[in-house]
């Protein structure tokens, strides 16, 4: 009897991380083809658009929490920047972004929800979406610089 419980509870166990690995696959699968659909943006890009002074809005699509860790900061130029959290995006956004031509690109913490942001800015008429590749934390990883509560921070490249 202890040998058939245990067997149903490993069962169990495969089925359950079978179930989850699943959901992982569907949900990559649905944040590349985001990605293919809008295309990415490297940090280094990004930051050559800052340093050519070109006009580009930066949206951050995270959660209100994790806005603590920071924002995307140019130590040369303004950043035109916006937050609204994915999940109210398609509510929101049309009233703070009206032109539909300019050069946006959208961020989160680590690409995917970014990705899927660009997805639907593109999906609702804006034409230059671009998401920022690997997100903040890849912008961070790149050395440059990100702006918290306690001031403007880079992280070494060593």
Do not use: H
């Amino acid at each position: 009897m202890k040998k058939l419980l245990a067997l149903g509870l490993l069962m169990g166990v495969f089925l359950t991380s079978s179930s989850l690995f699943a959901q992982d696959d569907a949900k990559m699968a649905l944040i590349n083809e985001a990605k293919k659909e809008t295309g990415e943006i490297t940090p280094d890009n990004l930051k050559k658009m800052f340093d050519d002074e070109e006009s580009v809005i930066i949206l951050d699509v995270r959660e209100s929490e994790q806005r603590a860790e920071g924002d995307i900061f140019d130590d040369m130029v303004a950043v035109t920047s916006f937050s609204i959290t994915r999940g109210n995006l398609e509510w929101e956004v049309l009233s703070k972004i009206t032109d539909k031509n300019i050069a946006i690109v959208t961020f989160c913490r680590n690409g995917g929800r970014g990705a899927l942001a660009a997805q639907t800015l593109k999906k609702l008429g804006y034409k230059n979406v671009k998401n920022l590749q690997g997100g903040l934390a890849d912008w961070a990883k790149a050395g440059y610089s990100v702006k918290t509560g306690l001031g403007v921070t880079k992280l070494s490249k060593e």
